[in-house]
């Protein structure tokens, strides 16, 4: 059974900086695709960034580039997202999903973390 949790949401400052992490279990990223994707107040749920199971492509909406990285450690089966110079439009709820291969429509979710953007 596919699994994902994730973790490191809260409230930070314009400006600040979070890490999610988003832990999988019951399978292994060298198969699946995980993405980021956030859904605040009254909005759809939009992807954030991808990475595929080789690991060799990488995806960022254009709201998030430059500030955004995603990255992964195989061994420990996690996925990160660092967030720099967050924006209070960046408050939502932040999910990790998992995808067979490359970055698509998502097979499971994890439970979401809040991220919380305010001074």
């Known amino acids: 059974q596919l699994q994902l949790v994730e973790s490191g949401g809260g409230l930070v400052q314009p400006g600040g900086s979070l890490r999610l992490s988003c832990v999988a279990s019951?399978?292994?990223?060298?198969?699946?695709?995980i993405g980021w994707f956030r859904q605040a107040p009254g909005m759809q749920r939009a992807g954030v960034s991808c990475?595929?199971?080789?690991?060799?492509?990488?995806y960022y909406a254009d709201s998030v580039k430059g500030r955004f990285t995603i990255s992964r450690d195989i061994a420990k089966n996690m996925v990160y997202l660092q967030m720099n110079n967050l924006r209070p439009e960046d408050t939502a709820v932040y999910y990790c999903?998992?995808?067979?291969?490359?970055?698509?429509?998502?097979?499971?979710w994890g439970q979401g973390t809040q991220v919380t953007v305010s001074s």
């Open positions: 999903a998992a995808t067979y291969g490359a970055c698509g429509l998502p097979r499971a």
């Open positions: 019951g399978f292994t990223l060298d198969d699946y695709a």
């Open positions: 990475i595929t199971s080789s690991g060799d492509t990488i």
